[in-house]
């Protein structure tokens, strides 16, 4: 069983990566911040948030020590901080200062690895803070890197959808074409698989990709023999291209995020699923299991990370987030509705809600006459919110259940459409989706890539009336 402990929502702006140490949690954002959290009470230490890059951050990650936090972005810069005090050590700057995508720090912490859009990886001694060799991917950008467990390799995943290994002098040992689309993340496990006739040991490793699958390789590196790389399965499950993947620390799961909203622990050693968690609103685009603990923590698009607590002695006992295939809400039990208020930041209301048996039925069913006049809530303000959050709820029970016609659906997050605009180049969009476009300082249009003669954007009251009749339809 998985369970909702905490949801932070101090970024704003999507989170982009999660890290633990074995003390601490560092969340990065595409608000230019790395915040830092105690494991303890997961309180924001004094330090948090962290300032210094002037554009967003896309990735970060703790020495072994867990002294030292690394964290990279689109400036072209990859920092380092101390965690004691929050100062920052240094900056490392890319050679032709590309956008930063990724880093890791190797396993003896002696060397820290960075990976860039223009498909540069740079290894530099973390002692002296200078380059110590640099290399270049093939085609395409560097997304994704991960260190063996004992630091004699890593492996490197590119938007060509290449994997490749490298020693730790820089050397590429073995290419791989292994996800059509591109890489997006890869891991390597830190638990040796063994069963190799000559006595060797195996690395497992993941990567996922914009194919919406999730492979499983086992990786050999001899000295003398070289590198042996072998395809072991494919985990299938999401049904959108997957952002993220992470090992647990014992190397017996694996858990994944993706654009279709949810996340997917795996058991690694049957490919089956043990749960889905589809508590985050927008795409799940990181996510990490703490060492030598059983807690994950899944951040997203929809700004919040979230903390669950895993119970191994229940690997699939019913939550409300979780099954292997989505719980229906109407099927919810008043735990299961308690649950998802406190994801949506209405813990205040649980006790209210549980004290009038409010299960997954009855909260589909709620009006803003029964939140005022039967549960008694005053506020209009929080009625509001409240029924905003049980629309969007009704929306996606909806879009789960069935095919949402593709012209209701936003061309940028597609997802069903609340509030469609229509922009200068005809298309409909939503209007979060496309102001969020427009503030990025994109020009171009998102559909054509052609410039946008107009930022204006129309109501499109005529797709918003469609969508209402046909949501109504689909709930009757």
């Known amino acids: 069983m998985a369970t909702l402990m905490h949801s932070l929502s101090d970024h704003s702006d999507d989170v982009n990566y999660c890290a633990f140490s074995s003390s601490c949690l560092a969340t990065c954002s595409l608000d230019k911040t790395v915040r830092v959290y105690s494991l303890s009470d997961f309180s924001e230490l004094p330090y948090s948030p962290l ?6 951050v896309h990735c970060c990650c703790f020495s072994p020590s867990g002294h030292v936090l690394a964290s990279c972005s689109t400036d072209g810069t990859t920092a380092l901080w101390d965690t004691r005090d ?17 880093c890791r720090f190797s396993p003896r912490g002696t060397c820290l690895l960075t990976g860039a859009a223009d498909g540069t990886l740079v290894l ?58 591109g890489v997006t993340c890869c ?3 830190s638990n040796p698989v063994s069963g190799n006739e ?8 993941a990567s996922c990709g914009q194919d919406n699958q999730i492979k499983l390789w086992l990786v050999l590196f001899v000295d003398f023999l070289g590198v042996e790389l072998k395809y ?45 968690l589809s508590q985050h609103t927008r795409y799940v685009t990181a996510c990490a299991f703490a060492p030598h603990s059983h807690l994950l923590a899944t951040g997203s698009m929809d700004k919040t990370v979230h903390i669950w607590q895993l119970d191994l002695k229940q690997p699939s006992a019913g939550n409300t987030v979780e099954t292997e295939s989505k719980v229906a809400v109407e099927d919810w039990s008043e735990d299961d509705v308690s649950a998802w ?46 029924l905003r959050k049980i629309q969007e709820l009704r929306m996606t ?64 009251r005529t797709l918003k009336m469609a969508i209402t009749r046909w949501l109504e339809t689909q709930q009757k």
């Not at 208020?341 to 205040?348: K, Q």
Request: aromatic share 8%; proline share 4%; charged share 20%.
């Open 86 to 102: 929050g100062r920052r050590l240094a900056v490392l700057e890319q050679p032709r200062t590309s956008p930063v995508r990724v």
């Open 198 to 205: 000559n006595g060797f040991k195996y690395f497992q490793m």
């Open 397 to 460: 029970v909806v879009s789960v259940s069935v095919p949402v016609p593709d012209e209701f659906l936003c061309p940028i997050t597609r997802d069903l459409m609340k509030d469609p605009v229509i922009a200068a180049d005809g298309y409909s969009y939503e209007r979060e989706a496309m102001e969020h476009w427009i503030s990025n300082k994109r020009r171009s249009s998102p559909m054509t890539n052609l410039p946008l003669h107009s930022l204006m954007l129309t109501p499109n």
């Open 187 to 189: 891991d390597i496990s």
């Open 232 to 276: 072991k399965c494919t985990l299938n499950g999401h049904s959108a291209p997957v952002l993220a993947c992470a090992f647990s620390y014992d190397g017996q799961m694996l858990v994944s995020g993706s654009v279709d909203k949810c996340v997917i622990i795996y058991e690694t050693s049957t490919g089956n699923t043990l749960h889905t």
């Open 51 to 56: 300032h210094g890059h002037t554009y967003a």
């Open 341 to 386: 208020l406190c994801a949506e930041g209405l813990a205040d209301f649980v006790g209210l809600f549980k004290m009038n048996n409010i299960d997954g039925k009855e909260l589909l069913n709620l009006t803003k006459e029964g939140l005022a006049n039967e549960l008694k809530i005053e506020s209009l303000g929080l009625r509001s919110k409240i």
């Open 124 to 181: 530099w001694n973390i002692q002296s803070l200078q380059l110590y060799r640099s290399g270049n991917v093939k085609d395409g950008s560097l997304v994704a890197c991960a260190f063996s467990p004992d630091g004699n390799f890593f492996v490197t995943g590119s938007s060509s959808g290449d994997l490749t290994i490298w020693d730790d002098k820089m050397r590429c040992l073995y290419n791989e074409k292994a996800h059509d689309l």
